[in-house]
């Protein structure tokens, strides 16, 4: 009977870790250039759109030419500076979130930010770019005291990552996120401030 037991055991055992082997060899859907890092951009851009290079005219273009928008509208002064947005189509990527306009801010005559919300999870973002350079843990950021704002930072990129956490959240990685493309930056300039893993001991101030 002991040894039932046991053979039981060790089957479970090897099959659990076969699945574990299973899982890890699958390969991951997105790639750094599917979602961020096109062709032809020397850092992150959408449809070729790159903050610091793509004059807003471009941009307007681009987004009309991607098939990724149903309707745009251009609220910058003479292209110079100002807003953009967008309505996605039906044939924007699964990995954006349709439902939520995306904006590029401009000054100058050029891209300065682009913002979109992402149909992906905090943890999705860590597998294809890694560890960011910064992280900043935002706990005043939610009037009603609810939520932190999570925010990484990869300054060579250029993106910024943002996730809104609830208070003392066990899952932080399954949260969604809200993707920024940005100027590039030196990552040496900025120090250490939070991490991640703070996350699951704080919780947003008191607002009393």
Request: with cysteine; net charge negative.
């Amino acid at each position: 009977m002991i040894r039932w037991h046991v053979r039981m055991t060790v089957v479970g055992l090897f099959m659990f870790s076969a699945v574990l082997l299973l899982m890890r060899a699958q390969p991951y859907e997105y790639t750094r250039q599917q979602i961020f890092v096109a062709d032809g951009c020397t850092a992150a851009c959408l449809v070729g759109i790159q903050p610091g290079v793509t004059s807003v005219e471009d941009a307007v273009t681009l987004l009309e030419d991607s098939g990724w928008v149903s309707q745009v509208d251009n609220r910058t002064i003479n292209n110079v500076s100002g807003y953009i947005s967008w309505k996605w189509s039906d044939q924007k990527p699964d990995w954006i979130n349709g439902n939520i306009e995306g904006e590029i801010w401009a000054t100058q005559k050029q891209v300065v930010q682009i913002m979109i919300y992402g149909d992906l999870q905090l943890g999705d973002t860590r597998l294809v770019l890694g560890s960011p350079d910064q992280e900043i843990i935002d706990r005043a950021a939610d009037r009603k005291g609810v939520f932190s704002l999570y925010t990484a930072f990869y300054s060579r990129a250029g993106l910024m990552i943002q996730s809104w956490e609830p208070c003392k959240v066990l899952e932080p990685l399954r949260r969604p996120v809200i993707l920024t493309y940005i100027l590039q930056s030196d990552p040496t300039i900025f120090p250490e401030l939070d991490s991640l893993a703070e996350l699951r001991h704080t919780c947003p101030f008191s607002r009393q």
